[in-house]
């Protein structure tokens, strides 16, 4: 059908209208211009967001705030070996490299074979030390398998850390926490960080589920500080979710942190020291999977 010159103007008008719209509908996204970090940047009133996925895939978005120091990791620089799962990172222009690693508690067995471990290519592991039961008793626990397996790991030859599941809701608990994993450690030479791990009980009610994003802030710090005042390195272990709507970020700038994400690239905007990037790993002498890890290191 011909349409007459007087209305394809007024076509025309509408069209562009219409495209203006629906483009307007959704934020544009941009990538990260900082090297090749991966993390999706989302633009949005002036404002940048960083989008991400959890576990099962669901996205989410949360404000790319200015005062944290950002991940600058190159992603071109890690390479996957097809065979075992092990990642690698070496950055030859920045002088940043990697060394591999794993985390183990009581879930891994009795039966590490600590040298098959090593010979395998892991140069660390951080074992649990124990935890604080989520229940209403909240008892202090030690892992079942931790003397057996820091010293079959030292005796290996490999660098040692611990972490400590947290379920503190008082400063005085964190402080709690701290001395109780300082007890088990001193006997041993740990060259590698002391750990606070606090995470969303999924499926169960948990004695920290009132704690509020300041009191889970607050108790990072009173744990770290307590174990950096003995003499030790800390980390705060989280996941996306966690950094994002749990702790208060700016307030954490000066501690590391060990980050869990399963994805095959990380979605982090942060800075971090470590990235935990499978649950799911097979290393020989280990009869069960185990968490597979990435320890970025600048060369001295």
């Given amino acids: 059908m011909k349409r007459s010159k007087t209305m394809l103007p007024v076509l025309v008008c509408f069209l562009i209208l219409a495209a203006c719209a629906a483009g307007g509908a959704e934020a544009p996204v941009k990538e990260e211009t900082e090297g090749t970090t991966g993390v999706r940047i989302e633009e949005k009133d002036g404002t940048d967001y960083f989008v991400f996925q959890d576990v099962k895939e669901n996205s989410y978005r949360s404000e790319l705030l200015d005062s944290v120091p950002k991940n600058t990791y190159d992603l071109d620089c890690l390479t996957t070996d097809e065979a075992t799962g092990f990642k690698q990172y070496n950055d030859e222009e920045n002088g940043i490299t990697s060394r591999m690693g794993i985390d183990v508690s009581e879930f891994q067995g009795e039966d590490i074979d600590w040298k098959q471990v090593k010979d395998s290519g892991i140069e660390f592991v951080i074992i649990r030390a124990g935890y604080r039961a989520y229940g209403e008793t909240g008892e202090l626990v030690q892992d079942a398998m931790f003397e057996q397996n820091i010293e079959g790991a030292l005796e290996a030859g490999l660098d040692v850390g ?3 599941f947290s379920q503190a809701v008082t400063p005085g608990e964190a402080v709690e926490e701290a001395e109780f994993v300082l007890d088990l450690i001193r006997p041993y ?9 606090t995470e969303e009980i999924k499926g169960d009610t948990a004695r920290t589920d009132d704690n509020t994003r300041q009191e889970f802030t607050n108790y990072c710090k009173v744990f770290c500080d307590t174990v950096e005042h003995a003499g030790y390195d800390s980390m705060i272990y989280a996941n996306m979710k966690w ?3 749990t702790l208060d970020m700016e307030e ?3 501690y590391d942190f060990w980050y869990a994400d399963y994805h095959e690239l990380p979605q982090n905007p942060y800075y971090y ?5 499978s649950e799911t ?3 020989p002498g280990i009869n069960a999977n185990v968490d597979l890890n990435i320890w ?3 060369e001295s």
């Fill in 189 to 197: 030479e740990i060259t590698g960080p002391v750990v606070y791990d």
């Fill in 252 to 254: 954490l700038t000066d």
């Fill in 162 to 164: 611990v972490y400590f």
């Fill in 273 to 277: 020291t470590i990235w935990q990037y």
């Fill in 296 to 298: 970025f290191e600048k």
């Fill in 281 to 283: 790993g097979e290393v």
């Fill in 243 to 245: 950094m994002a709507f």
